[in-house]
T-cell receptor, first 113, second 110 residues
Framework: DAGITQSPRHKVTETGTPVTLRCHQT?????MYWYRQDPGHGLRLIHY???????DKGEVSDGYSVSRSKTEDFLLTLESATSSQTSVYFC????????????FGPGTRLTVL | RKEVEQDPGPFNVPEGATVAFNCTYS??????FFWYRQDCRKEPKLLMS???SGNEDGRFTAQLNRASQYISLLIRDSKLSDSATYLC???????????FGSGTQLTVLP
């Protein structure tokens, strides 16, 4: 299995609070991604990164920001959490020298009350 | 129209059965195709890539029809452990991004 960890694995928070999720990889892959998964929608891309300090928006980026100061860490921040951001969040990595396959972390289950 | 469409199922089949999943994609410029497997409350895991010539990995066979923009996954001799959701995944041609179908749920019954 690819060396990807996510923290925290579970979090319950209140509407209006900021939340930061962390993705950490030991594979030295250049590309990292944040997705959310909701019933009926499948996986949707929030933001991705193609290198340190290089990030771009995905399909559902409103209300989220990201930062990548080191190759191994990709942070997702919910600036002011809303109940619509209750979801399961997955981080993924891919290697530009390989194919387009992505490998996923174990996920973070976030509940916003 | 969704970019990647799958029959959500559920498919309930007995052990030993053969089951086939289909998927269509809308972007004719799509370059790479995959099947992922996702167990309940777990992360998606790559099952196999799909090549134009079709490819097989043990009991699993994947096929791609670019003209019809159609991908299939065939599972032979189903095992209880095959119970999962199968995600059809397409690289739409943009920088290393993937588009995921909503998944097809399979339950293999004893």
């Amino acid at each position: 299995d690819a060396g990807i960890t996510q923290s925290p694995r579970h979090k319950v928070t209140e509407t209006g609070t900021p939340v930061t999720l962390r993705c950490h990889q030991t594979e030295n892959h250049r590309y990292m991604y944040w997705y959310r998964q909701d019933p009926g929608h499948g996986l949707r891309l929030i933001h991705y990164s193609y290198g340190v300090k290089d990030t771009d928006k995905g399909e559902v980026s409103d209300g989220y920001s990201v930062s990548r100061s080191k190759t191994e860490d990709f942070l997702l921040t919910l600036e002011s959490a809303t109940s619509s951001q209750t979801s399961v969040y997955f981080c993924a990595i891919s290697n530009p020298e390989g194919g387009n396959e992505q490998f996923f972390g174990p996920g973070t289950r976030l509940t916003v009350l | 129209r969704k970019e990647v469409e799958q029959d959500p199922g559920p498919f309930n089949v007995p052990e030993g059965a053969t089951v086939a999943f289909n998927c269509t994609y809308s972007n004719s410029a799509s370059q790479s195709f995959f099947w992922y497997r996702q167990d309940c409350r777990k992360e998606p895991k790559l099952l196999m890539s799909v090549y134009s010539s079709g490819n097989e990995d043990g009991r699993f066979t994947a096929q791609l029809n670019r003209a019809s923009q159609y991908i299939s996954l065939l599972i032979r001799d189903s095992k209880l452990s095959d119970s999962a959701t199968y995600l059809c995944v397409v690289n739409p041609g943009s920088a290393r991004q993937l588009t995921f179908g909503s998944g097809t749920q399979l339950t293999v019954l004893p």
